[in-house]
C-alpha cells in the first residue's frame, strides 16, 4: 500500500460541505483509493473507493485528481452525526497487508 | 442480516491466563483480518487469512495467534496475554477479487472487543 497523508484534524458547520484532503504521491497503477470512518470507538466503515475516475454514492463524494497524486472526500451537507475519524487508504484493501494511518478527525460543530 | 460479529464485547482478565476472542461473518467470504488500535498508534493489522487453512502475519503478530478451520470463523488466540495487550481489537472480512489479483473490495468490521489485561 501507498503511504498517505491527511490533515489530523478539521473542522466544519453543520450543513456546509466538508471536504477532507488526502495525499498519496507514491500510489502505483492498479492501488484504488479508499475511504473508511470510524464513530467513536466503533467498527471501521467503508465510505467509498476509486481508481482514477471521481465516484460518488449516497454518502459522499470522491475527487482524484489526474495524476491521482491526491484525492478528496466530499460529504455534501455535514451532519453532527458525521464527527469521525476518516481514514485514507492506497491500495487494495481485500484482506492483505492493510495500513491504516492516523486519519483525520472531522469535528462537525452546530 | 450481513454482518462481523466478536465475542466477547468486553473482557478483563490477568496476564498468563489464555484467552480466545472469536469472530465469525456470514457472508461467506474469503478474506478475515484482526486489528488492534491503541490511542495514538491507529488501527495495526495483526494477522490476516485469504482462506481455510491460510494465514499470515500482520505488523504486530507478536503474542498473538490465530485459526482458520472454517470460512466463516477466524478467532484470535492470546497464549498467554500480557499487560501491554490490552487494547481495543476489531475483527473484519472482505469478499475475494479476481483469481490471483488483490480484492479491491471493502473490507467490513466487527464491533469491536475491548480487553483488559492486569
Known amino acids: 500500500d501507498a503511504k498517505t497523508t491527511q490533515p489530523p484534524s478539521m473542522d466544519c458547520a453543520e450543513g456546509r460541505a466538508a471536504n477532507l484532503p488526502c495525499n498519496h504521491s507514491?500510489?502505483?497503477?492498479?492501488?484504488?483509493v479508499y475511504w473508511y470512518r470510524q464513530i467513536h470507538s466503533q467498527g471501521p466503515q467503508y465510505i467509498i473507493h476509486?481508481?482514477?475516475n471521481n465516484e460518488t454514492n449516497e454518502m459522499a463524494s470522491l475527487i482524484i485528481t489526474e495524476d491521482r497524486k491526491s484525492s478528496t472526500l466530499i460529504l455534501p451537507h455535514a451532519t453532527l452525526r458525521d464527527t469521525a475519524v476518516y481514514y485514507c487508504?492506497?491500495?487494495?484493501?481485500?484482506?492483505?497487508?492493510?495500513?491504516f494511518g492516523a486519519g483525520t478527525r472531522l469535528f462537525v460543530k452546530a | 442480516e450481513a454482518q462481523v460479529t466478536q465475542n466477547p464485547r468486553y473482557l478483563i482478565t490477568v496476564t498468563g491466563k489464555k484467552l480466545t476472542v472469536t469472530c465469525s461473518q456470514n457472508?461467506?467470504?474469503?478474506?478475515m483480518s484482526w486489528y488492534r488500535q491503541d490511542p495514538g498508534l491507529g488501527l495495526r493489522q495483526i494477522y490476516y487469512?485469504?482462506?481455510?487453512?491460510?494465514?499470515d502475519k500482520g505488523d504486530v503478530p507478536e503474542g498473538y495467534k490465530v485459526s482458520r478451520k472454517e470460512k466463516r470463523n477466524f478467532p484470535l488466540i492470546l497464549e498467554s496475554p500480557s499487560p501491554n495487550q490490552t487494547s481495543l481489537y476489531f475483527c473484519?472480512?472482505?469478499?475475494?477479487?479476481?483469481?490471483?489479483?488483490?480484492?479491491?473490495?471493502?473490507?467490513?468490521f466487527g464491533p469491536g472487543t475491548r480487553l483488559t489485561v492486569l
Open positions: 473484519a472480512s472482505s469478499p475475494p477479487g479476481l483469481a490471483g489479483v488483490r480484492s479491491t473490495d471493502t473490507q467490513y
Open positions: 507514491t500510489i502505483s497503477g492498479n492501488e484504488y
Open positions: 476509486g481508481l482514477k
Open positions: 487508504i492506497a491500495g487494495n484493501t481485500g484482506g492483505f497487508k492493510t495500513i
Open positions: 457472508m461467506n467470504h474469503e478474506y
Open positions: 487469512s485469504m482462506n481455510v487453512e491460510v494465514t
